[in-house]
């Protein structure tokens, strides 16, 4: 898939959830129609972007360049073994430290409880050159696009979308304001 990228030991993160260059390729590299059996298991990987809000980093950077960034940080400040990075930052549900990037960009690490991937990153809240939707708009968003891609959404078409990933219809387009959004953000380039 093409959400199996080379993150380096000890970062955990989701590109598909948190990366618009990769989301936007994915979108166009997975174009298939509604009815292909392979969006069955392309289902399945969207479905790890989860339930609830995130941000999406749209800067100039580069995968190689933020996974660089932060793994510099964590070297330069003693903080890449797992103990100490735990000692860092807390391991409680909202433990957490921010640090800035080259491009003034803020990205969130918190500790996940794993051996070898217990760095996990993410666009922080209200960063520059990043910004915050909902999961299901964002899943809703990659569906209609791998699968519909017409330049003109209807209802019956976003529905269609949503469907695959088991949400409910949204009654009319109007009422769909953040999705179509989202598509409009996907398409440009």
Do not use: Q
Request: hydrophobic share 40%; with cysteine.
């Amino acid at each position: 898939m093409e959400t199996d990228i080379l993150i380096p030991r000890p970062l955990l993160f989701n590109p598909l959830k948190h990366y618009l260059p990769l989301i936007r390729n994915f979108t166009v590299s997975n174009a298939m129609p509604i009815n292909d059996p392979r969006l069955k298991e392309l289902t399945r990987e969207i479905k790890h972007i989860g339930t609830c809000v995130m941000d999406i980093y749209r800067g100039n950077l580069s995968l190689a360049d933020i996974f660089s960034e932060v793994t510099g940080f964590l070297d330069t400040n003693r903080r890449v073994s797992r103990n100490d990075f735990m000692a860092w930052t807390g391991t409680g549900f909202n433990d957490f430290r921010i640090i800035i990037l080259s491009d003034t960009s803020r990205w969130t690490l918190k500790y996940y409880n794993s051996e070898t991937r217990y760095v996990h990153i993410f666009p922080a809240r209200s960063s520059p050159h990043s910004f915050r939707t909902k999961a299901n708009t964002l899943k809703s968003a990659i569906l209609y696009l791998i699968a519909i891609g017409k330049d003109y959404v209807t209802d019956d078409d976003l529905n269609a979308a949503r469907a695959l990933a088991g949400l409910s219809p949204i009654g009319e387009v109007a009422d769909a304001e953040a999705v179509t959004e989202m598509i409009g953000i996907l398409r440009d380039s």
